[in-house]
């Protein structure tokens, strides 16, 4: 099993549309909880981190359910720039990042 | 503010040669991390140094791959004798943690 799982997509959807992505992580011990997000050949940017009470930032959402090692993001109308894949993030303790595969997302118009 | 530099951006090299990148992490970040990117294996830690130290390199796929970090502005991943397999996308990442911020990466291609 990996450390840390996503479904891989892609997700088509529609500009304007509401998109959720999950990703469920093995160790309990984890202690940060980040998605980054990645451009065709470019490297990893963070996009944000992930707290225990839920976080958001303009028309994205993040979820962590530590009972459940579970971690979601939520992006309210879509826009074509969104189109990008999105990379589940988890820290341990010894500081180690876990990327997950990446969900691949494409906003059309 | 300067990011994360990593040189060359492009290298296309023949097998057998030695590959050396580099990697300038931003100022005052105490964590250095390498990681290689495929379409196959997706992004993989290959060694992480906190305060110029080398903590994990567990991820370095075999004796062909050494990372040096002599100071805290700089760090090497070097690849003697390099193969076609090490194709791939090499990032270089810094952190004042938890966050980390990547460099551009290197593009290597072994022919």
């Known amino acids: 099993r990996k450390e840390v799982e996503q479904d891989p997509g892609p997700f088509n959807v529609p500009e304007g549309a509401t998109v959720a992505f999950n990703c469920t992580y093995s160790?309990?011990?984890?202690?940060?909880f980040f998605w980054y997000r990645q451009d065709c050949r470019k490297e990893p940017k963070l996009l944000m981190s992930v707290y225990s009470s839920g976080n958001e930032d303009g028309r994205f959402t993040a979820q962590l359910n530590r009972a459940s090692q579970y971690i979601s993001l939520l992006i309210r109308d879509s826009k074509l720039s969104d189109s990008a894949t999105y990379l589940c993030?988890?820290?341990?303790?010894?500081?180690?990042?876990?990327f997950g595969q990446g969900t691949t997302l494409q906003v059309k118009p | 503010d300067a990011g994360v530099i990593q040189s060359p951006r492009h290298e296309v090299t023949e097998m057998g040669q030695e590959v050396t990148l580099r990697c300038k992490p931003i100022s005052g970040h105490n964590s250095l991390f390498w990681y290689r990117q495929t379409m196959m294996r997706g992004l993989e830690l290959l060694i992480y140094f906190n305060n110029n130290v080398p903590i994990d390199d567990s991820g370095m796929p075999e004796d062909r791959f050494s990372a040096k970090m002599p100071n805290a502005s700089f760090s090497t991943l070097k690849i003697q004798p390099s193969e076609p397999r090490d194709s791939a996308v090499y990032f270089c990442?810094?952190?004042?943690?938890?966050?980390?911020?990547f460099g551009p990466g290197t593009r290597l291609t072994v022919t």
């Open positions: 160790n309990s011990a984890s202690q940060s």
């Open positions: 990442a810094s952190s004042s943690p938890p966050e980390q911020y």
């Open positions: 993030v988890v820290r341990g303790n010894t500081g180690k990042l876990i």
